[in-house]
């Protein structure tokens, strides 16, 4: 069986290839402005929630010390959303695997977690039956004479 290179021919020089190629690239291209723009959204979603968290601290005017606690919380999400910004996603897969590897037992408790609570919001929106035993079932009264 014959192949590119038996024939002499370089795969280069093939017009499939270079078709091959340039779709290739266009989807690689797709793919890294999807990334780039989901990471735009998850940087301004954290944003807005460190906002949300100053925000909420604001109200504890009276409470000097409950309003830092927020602050500070509001500091370290913040924090986060430029990290998300700053670092490609390679690095934060990166450190997410390292994270994992360092303590599996914490992040199979993250993901217990997570699937559960997905469990719950997903089947949230089911109706849910009422148990026969505690159903409101009518029953026909007969009714009796006043003795």
């Known amino acids: 069986?014959?192949?590119?290179?038996?024939?002499?021919?370089?795969?280069?020089?093939?017009?499939?290839?270079?078709?091959?190629?340039?779709?290739?690239?266009?989807?690689?291209?797709?793919?890294?402005?999807?990334?780039?723009?989901?990471?735009?959204?998850?940087?301004?979603?954290?944003?807005?929630?460190?906002?949300?968290?100053?925000?909420?601290?604001?109200?504890?005017?009276?409470?000097p010390q409950l309003k830092e606690f927020f602050d500070q919380a509001a500091l370290g999400v913040d924090e986060l959303a430029e990290g998300i910004s700053r670092r490609s996603f390679s690095e934060m897969y990166d450190e997410v695997h390292a994270a994992v590897r360092r303590r599996p037992a914490l992040a199979t408790a993250a993901a217990v977690l997570t699937g559960f609570a997905l469990f719950r919001i997903l089947n949230a929106s089911k109706v849910r039956p009422i148990p026969r035993s505690h159903a409101v079932v009518p029953v026909d009264v007969v009714r009796t004479s006043d003795v």
């Open 1 to 63: 069986m014959p192949n590119g290179a038996q024939n002499g021919r370089s795969s280069a020089a093939d017009p499939g290839f270079g078709k091959a190629q340039s779709f290739a690239d266009a989807l690689r291209d797709q793919t890294q402005g999807y990334v780039a723009k989901r990471k735009a959204d998850a940087a301004r979603l954290v944003s807005d929630v460190g906002g949300a968290i100053r925000d909420t601290g604001a109200g504890f005017d009276g409470l």
